[in-house]
């Protein structure tokens, strides 16, 4: 299966749902190149939704740990990438169609090749955690909190200009 591309019918728009913007992509759950689509995808969605450039990089980080665990260890024939960006953070999730596994965070050998995954979610992921499906798939979300955002400046009124004070309280 080929990944369905943004504005795909078979996954419809970005969805606008009370401030928050949502998209999936269906990619294919044994093909090695799934990692670097999920990551790419990812990285222009959230660079056209307006996201820093330094969120995105983990969030690409993430995603491409969590999609590869997908590929690597699950017979899934699918998964499905959904990202969300709300007014206080930016989520990902991946979910493959099985067997839902429990995953933890785990260290490795020193030497060891692999294993470092979840770690590396743990540590660039405000929140991060996993949901079994009832057809037996296992779906991973994380999501990094946005900085606040800072209130336009505001124009300054010149300076004969009248001032007007609502609701002016006297000095006690």
């Not at 913007?21 to 990812?42: D, E, F, I, M, V």
């Not at 067997?99 to 405000?126: F, M």
Request: aromatic share 2%; net charge negative.
């Amino acid at each position: 299966m080929s990944p369905s591309a943004p504005g795909d019918p078979a996954d419809g728009p970005p969805a606008a749902h009370s401030q928050a913007l949502t998209t999936r992509l269906r990619l294919p759950g044994h093909s090695k190149r799934t990692p670097g689509q999920a990551r790419a995808y990812l990285g222009v969605t959230l660079a056209d939704w307006g996201v820093c450039e330094t969120i995105r990089a983990d969030l690409q980080l993430i995603v491409s740990e969590l999609a590869t665990n997908a590929v690597t260890y699950t017979r899934s024939c699918e998964i499905t990438l959904e990202i969300t960006l709300t007014d206080d953070e930016a989520a990902v999730s991946v979910a493959d169609h099985g067997p839902h596994r429990h995953l933890h965070a785990r260290h490795a050998a020193p030497d060891a090749e692999s294993g470092r995954g979840l770690l590396i979610v743990q540590s660039l992921a405000s929140r991060w955690d996993q949901s079994g499906d009832d057809a037996g798939g296992t779906t991973v979300h994380a999501a990094i909190t946005l900085p606040a955002r800072k209130p336009p400046p505001s124009t300054p009124l010149p300076e004969d200009a009248p001032h007007h004070h609502a609701h002016a309280t006297p000095e006690r």
